[in-house]
């Protein structure tokens, strides 16, 4: 029989596997099981539409069984099943898991392997106990069974063979122990009823064994006898159905790091039993860090969903709104209309009244933390606080009830996060405007010269850092009734009626140097005034309009940036900096050439400050150059 090649990137997992360097051994007997579990789950889901299957809910269940002179440790299920192509594909392929992708996006080396933990090894994770491993399989529906076996790296066959029942039966040949593994406990019949104890108690069908236990011999004094009895193991109480009051936080936290491989700890765990006219319970988690490809198009949320302890979907993404797409969990209701399709159910009006109630209570949840928990939320903040604003921002707006008050930035008085509400809180009777600085980083944003003037005030500052800030500042446009005004847009509203007045007389002096000035940056500055935002420094770079210098340099770093809108910028002068008077000395001695090299220096020096770079570079240390001389 020939022999078929597994893919590479299968190969690459398989050798992985094969040589162990994942240490986590005993797990291969979790996936197996929960393997079986799906396949059961399959089966069970169309019995319900399809007369054909025959089997009621108590027949379904997982069998092991040991033979220990052969090395054989095998499980059985009487469930889905699969066809000569499905053995071929399914076993041949590491099929659309996380490992695919993960392992086309790097190449896997011991350094990888606990990312590899991330995502369930699955079928795979047999060949770190066995050297040989056969999967007798028939599908339901079909009358021919087949059976797929390998060796390991070198490839697989499928032949044709007899299986009775409709169901799948995978044989491991346990390899030899060595002296760093211990393989022998996996065919002794007390570890591998443990392992399943240990990682597939909740699983919701019976998993089965012959278990040996020892009692007293009749009619003989002090001496004992083995017998065996078939047994259930595992408990098939999923942890949700349980109550809350009898539950720890450590079975919460294993839950939650074997159902959804995290590596991390929960900042909360949110356990809810609803009744009336939906009832349902969910098991929810909110992790504390963001899965590696959370921020990327490949990351697919969603929670998993059972009828009556039996698994419909493993990610239902109609159960969680984009802005909680983080939230891992299980929710389980009777009231679900089984005999759909699984297309039909996310249309499902049940379905839609249990996603609203999950989405308020996440909120109430994440307020909750955000009161109550401030450290905590801010490792939630720092983890996924960039989602709740994009959520925001791509809804318009339209979440603002939802989310507005989860909202985190720092404030220039003590680098503290505060949210929308304590800013406004803070904020003193004169003060006109939510102010904030947009930029690369919080250090760079405290040191810019309009941000002096509104300091001066005693007025607090947001500072935005991402890229989405600033956008989502001009969608939500105020809070409770406070606009949001940019420090580098135009006016602040912090010049008193004497101090405007002032201004307007100096500017109406200096008409011409800034019409001379303008006429020297034609094309970069659209106009150059008299600052009302500077107090030490001379000169600043600002904005008028929808598009302010940060927002030019986010969309300038899009692709297809051609036709990106620009910032319409405003050169602002400090009429009160020795800068100034020389300026305008210079200009009124008739000196154009000099008051034309000034204003390049001073526009050359605004556009440093805003963290663009100069022009001409050669030109502008020319310039200095000459004054230095
Ligand atoms: P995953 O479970 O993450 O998809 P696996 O490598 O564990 O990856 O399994 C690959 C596929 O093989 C499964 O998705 C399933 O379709 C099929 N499969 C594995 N074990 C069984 C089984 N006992 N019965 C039916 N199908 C199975």
Redesign the pocket.
Known sequence: MAKKQFKTESKRMLDLMINSIYTNQEIFLR?LIS??S??IDKLYFKSLTDDGVQLSREDFKIEISIDKPNRLLKIS?N????TEE?LDK??GT????GSLQFSAEHETDEHDVDIIGQF?V???AAFMVADHVEVL?RAYGAEQAYCWQSSGADGYTIREAEKESVG?E?TLHIKESTEEADFDRYLESYSISSLVKKYSDYIRFPIQMDMEHSRPKEGSEGEYETYTEHETINSMVPLWKRNKNEITPEEYEKFYSEKFFAYDKPLRVIHQKAEGTTSYQALLYIPEKADYNYYSKNFEKGLALYSSGVKIMDKCADLLPDCFSFVKGVVDSEDLSLNISREMLQQDRQLKIIARALEKKIKKELEDMLEKERETYEKFWKSFGLQLKYALYSSFGGERDMLENLLLFTRASDSKLCTLREYRDAMPESQKYIYYAAGESAQKLALLPQSEAVRDKGYDILFLTEDVDEFLMQILHAFDEKEFRSISGGDLGLESDEEKKEKEEKTASNKELFAFMQECLAGKVSEVVLSAKLKSHPVCLTSKGAVSIEMEKVLDAMPNAQNAPKAEKVLELNGAHPVFNALAAAFSAGDTEKTKQYTELLYNQARLIEGLSVEDPVAFSNAICALMQ
């Open positions: 996936e393997n079986a799906d396949a299920d469930g889905i099943g699969m499905e399914n076993l590491i099929a659309k898991s369930g699955g079928f795979y399989s799948t995978i």
